[in-house]
């Protein structure tokens, strides 16, 4: 049982290393710069899932379109992707993907340009059919700050499409993407990554109505399907506005490109401008396959295997052994029961990197626990982790934003902290009845909140792991990250309420590992080699589609003035498209992942 742990260090998370923000000539490692150098960490971000795209294909269940003669004129393309369009908006009407949109108020600081003044978090499954239709996830109260927020906007503008919010970008036009409607001027050739794309803007015709896209779309070169979609839309009523967006679509199926990332960005912060509205948001949407293909199969199998082990003996279990039964049947249960709801990844390559930094945790502590911790990563962006029995629930943005694998380890140690005090909650989930809640109904059927009592042995605990483990050195760093995250509690509430757990800072206090608060250096923003945190989503891509995360290989740039740490705020998506089917043999996990293997014999 032993020989499988083994401790591995610096190497395990390379790209987890707070360097990586660091110009090539700062870093120690002998990395070579990635042949993209040029682009910034938040460009080479949200890259193109490259996933086992086979897997992906037999679940789609949505034929190809038929391939279309190649066109000789630009006119040719026009209609080709005109046709595309209406052929996705129709491939996708029976989805109801999940959509999020985590949004940051803006407001100018006169060292670190526009920072954030407050934050928004929306979460819902959209029907992609005729009927805009948005369900959401959240309880009542956090559904009234979405109409508060709206409400707010309505005050100056009315805010078109609501309760929709920024999820209907996903389409230029649904019903009316036409000549008769647009006016498309070929602009030019450009490569987004790996695929070349014919550049057109398109402009609505005089008295088409209110409300038609403005601004430019790229469109792939063989397919002849729209990619991105740059611009707002037009004219805007009296007393109402559009936002910017720009809107990303990946190929994750044979034949179609599906909208995954939206970004907008709304604000004016020269001299003498007044905003009346700042803004930056991310809108990304996942689980187009939910409930599809096989993955109940997949599931059931896992129980099967688990309850096997459990019952190896062919005895009655004595009392202890039915009561972890039990807790794994309730851990299992919820497990299931957050993937299908599409709040929960599968098992997947981040995971063995999570697990590692456990393991590491586990092995220097001499924790032999009769079940192997278990880590998924949740899909939703809040700032959160939990625990049912022997599984720990880690965030993917929790990732983005630790500066390191310590911090990581920091964070990891306090659910470990939970599981080996047994701290067990959740064991009335093993009742089959209670799994039965439409998805949307997630959060308030599901929770695993601790008492504080819990909460305050656990991080008591986790600093014991901590002191004891390979990362007792570099608890400064988890200093640092639990100081800047101090910095910016008060603003960033929404990123830190919590749907499932407990959470890290409380009515803009952190409270989660306070002992290690003092642990470092004082917070100087002026140290461009003091990174206490990152910006959300540059280390955690997750495909769309098949809803599987994993670690985003990004180059390394030079960080140039304090403006650029940008902590836990919102960047732009600038996926590295690739097609459907090329991409498979490079998953972007690969130097992490390799590392894990190759330590595991020592
Ligand atoms: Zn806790």
């Not at 109801?96 to 949109?101: A, H, I, L, S």
């Not at 409400?151 to 999820?167: H, M």
């Not at 700032?383 to 920091?410: C, K, M, R, W, Y």
Request: glycine residues 6%; negative net charge; contains cysteine.
């Amino acid at each position: 049982m032993r020989t499988w742990k083994a401790i591995l260090t610096a190497a395990l998370l390379a790209s987890m290393s707070a360097a990586a923000q660091q110009a090539a000539e700062q870093q120690p490692s002998a990395q070579p710069p990635a042949p993209d150098a040029t682009q910034t960490a938040q460009s080479s971000q949200q890259a193109t899932p490259a996933t086992a795209q086979p897997a992906a294909a037999q679940a789609a269940s949505i034929a190809p379109p038929a391939p279309s003669p190649a066109p000789t004129t630009m006119d040719q393309v026009v209609t080709l992707f005109i046709e595309h369009e209406h052929g996705l908006i129709k491939a996708l009407a029976t989805r109801t993907p999940v959509v999020e949109t985590y949004l940051q108020n803006l407001t100018a600081d006169p060292q670190l340009g526009p920072v954030p003044s407050a934050d928004h978090y929306f979460l819902g499954r959209m029907d992609m059919g005729e009927t805009v239709d948005r369900k959401d996830y959240l309880k009542e109260e956090d559904r009234s700050m979405q109409s508060r927020l709206l409400g707010g906007f309505g005050k100056l503008y009315k805010v078109q499409y609501q309760p929709l919010g920024f999820s209907w970008m996903v389409y230029a036009d649904r019903t009316d993407f036409d000549r008769e409607h647009y006016e498309f001027r070929y602009a030019r050739r450009e490569f987004l990554g790996d695929v070349r794309c014919l550049v057109f803007d398109v402009t609505p015709k005089p008295k088409s109505g209110r409300g038609r896209f403005l601004g430019r779309i790229w469109v792939e070169d063989q397919g002849f399907n729209i990619v991105r979609l740059n611009g707002t839309y037009a004219p805007a009523p009296r007393n109402a506005m559009f936002f910017h967006m720009d809107s990303w679509r990946l190929n994750l199926i044979p034949g179609y490109w599906v909208p995954a990332f939206i970004y907008s960005e709304e604000g004016d912060f020269s001299a003498g401008v007044k905003n009346r509205l700042a803004f930056k948001a991310q809108t990304r949407i996942w689980g187009y396959d939910l409930k599809k293909g096989g993955k109940d199969d997949e599931l059931t199998q896992i129980r099967v295997d688990s309850v096997t082990d459990e019952s190896a003996a062919a005895q009655d279990a004595s009392p202890l052994q039915a009561e972890r039964v039990w807790q794994q049947q309730a851990e299992d249960n919820v497990v299931e029961r957050l993937t299908n709801a599409g709040l929960l990844a599968p098992d997947g390559d981040l995971d063995r990197i999570l697990q590692t930094v456990v393991n590491n945790l586990e092995v220097t502590n001499n924790i032999d626990l009769p079940r192997p911790v278990r880590t998924r990563v949740l899909l939703t962006s809040p700032l959160e982790t939990f625990s049912v029995g022997n599984t720990i629930g880690d965030q993917p943005g929790l990732v983005d934003v630790l500066p390191d694998e310590a911090s990581l380890a920091a964070v990891l140690s306090h659910e470990l902290a939970h599981i080996v005090l047994g701290h067990n909650l959740g064991s009335k989930y093993a009742f089959n009845d209670r799994m039965l809640f439409s998805d949307e109904g997630t959060y308030q059927n599901l929770g695993f909140k601790h008492i504080p009592e819990e909460e305050t042995a656990a991080d008591k605990k986790a600093v014991e792991l901590l002191k004891n483990s390979p990362y007792a050195q570099k608890l400064d760093n988890v200093g640092l990250f639990l100081k800047a995250l101090q910095l910016r509690a008060p603003q960033l509430s929404a990123l830190l309420t919590t749907h499932l757990g407990n959470p890290l800072a409380e009515n803009g206090t952190v409270i989660r590992l306070s002992a290690l608060e003092t642990q470092g250096p004082a917070l100087d923003n002026a140290k461009l080699d003091q990174i206490p945190a990152l910006p959300l989503g540059g280390r955690v891509k997750i495909n769309p589609w098949d809803d599987k995360a994993e670690m985003v290989k990004t180059a390394p740039v030079a960080i140039t003035s304090a403006r650029d740490k940008m902590p836990f705020e919102v960047t732009p998506f600038f996926p590295r498209l690739i097609r459907y089917g090329t991409g498979a043999a490079a998953p972007a996990a690969t130097p992490a992942t390799a590392a894990a293997n190759n330590g595991t014999g020592n």
